[in-house]
């Protein structure tokens, strides 16, 4: 296959060069032009869920980075880094029947984007991206030992240790939401099991306590639930609702126990909280640091800080998808 950049135009990675950073989503496919600093300066979108067949799809990547520098004058960036479910670090691949992607056989996206566009390309986990994103970007800058921790449709998280990526034997490591802190819970989790954090700390984890919550009481005026959403829950929250608080309060102690687990193997300065549950502020946060205090190990008392991460929220994927160029 003919490259659309011609082998010479990859160039030594460093922090002075643009990179193309893609997030991959069961909806969406953004790509975005990052700069060292941090910046998207531009995003291309395209719709991953129209896609069935990896080969047109990879196709379509390439053309919107080719676009992407054509619009900015570019003829060459530093490389494109990946964040994407299921992805295979050691492989470049991502996995056979990922969930939420239509497209069912392996995806081998590094070697054949990477033959596409004569461009260096580097594949990880979508939680894993978004760590590297807080370590370059974010703040975490000056960091050997953190934690971050994706809230959105599931819970990942990304573990740093002696200024390292921790990807583990099978490059899967961190999925902190699949560690079970109820064994007696009935919430039935996507990997088959039952108790994971990530039915109680993900989008539709705060949605489903929201709605349990409410058939214990009077329900709200004009209650909905099969059109709630977590963002409802959040901006209720914020307002001062009763009920969302207390469905935060309950969010905020699985996630505590949770992390209180992991900083007993891992033993972290913080952990950053990213995704779209963290926008309802302190009243996520507040329980969420009583719990974590009561839950954690008295060596580590007082020795951990929780914060909200410092990348903006809508490039934050983006973003750690770009740091796996800039960080090399």
């Known amino acids: 296959m003919q490259p659309i950049f011609p082998i010479t135009h990859i160039i ?5 060069n643009l990179a193309i950073g893609i997030d991959i989503g069961g909806t969406n496919t953004d790509i975005g032009l990052v700069n060292p600093d941090g910046k998207v300066l531009q995003h291309k979108i395209l719709k991953t869920w129209d896609y069935v067949d990896h080969r047109p799809y990879i196709l379509d990547i390439a053309e919107a980075i080719t676009a992407l520098l054509r619009e900015n004058g570019l003829t060459e960036v530093a490389g494109v880094g990946i964040g994407a479910p299921n992805a295979h670090f050691d492989t470049g ?16 996206l590094c070697e054949k984007l990477g033959a596409m566009l004569g461009l260096p390309v580097t594949l990880s986990n ?25 809230l959105g449709t599931g819970v990942g998280s990304g573990i740093f240790v002696d200024g390292r990526l921790i990807h583990g034997h099978s490059c899967m490591a ?26 109680y700390a993900s989008a539709r984890g705060i949605c489903q306590t929201y709605k349990e919550l409410a058939a214990k009481g009077d329900l709200p005026d004009n209650f909905n639930g099969s059109e709630l959403t977590c963002k409802d829950v959040g901006e209720m929250a914020v307002a001062g609702d009763a009920l969302a608080l207390k469905t935060y309060e309950v969010t905020a102690y699985w996630l505590a126990i949770g992390m209180a687990n992991a900083a007993s193997f891992c033993s972290p300065e913080t952990f950053f909280l990213m995704g779209g549950p963290t926008r309802a502020g302190e009243a996520l946060l507040q329980p969420l640091r009583r719990y974590f205090a009561e839950n954690l190990l008295y060596i580590y008392k007082d020795r951990i800080s929780i914060q909200l991460s410092e990348l903006q929220a809508n490039d934050v994927a983006v973003l750690g998808a770009a740091a796996l160029i800039h960080l090399k």
């Not at 969930?99 to 056989?105: D, H, P, S, T």
């Not at 800058?141 to 953190?146: D, E, T």
């Not at 961190?174 to 039915?199: F, Q, T, Y």
Request: aromatic share 2%; charged share 20%.
């Open 12 to 16: 030594t990675l460093d922090m002075n």
């Open 93 to 108: 691949c991502i996995g056979a029947n990922t969930a939420n992607l239509r497209m069912k056989e392996e995806i081998p």
């Open 126 to 150: 979508d939680a894993d991206a978004a760590a590297l994103g807080e370590h370059i970007y974010g703040g975490a800058k000056l960091m050997q030992h953190f934690v971050t921790i994706t």
């Open 174 to 199: 961190g999925e902190l939401g699949h560690a079970i802190v109820d064994p007696h819970s009935d919430r039935l989790c996507s990997c088959g099991r039952k108790g994971c954090l990530e039915m």
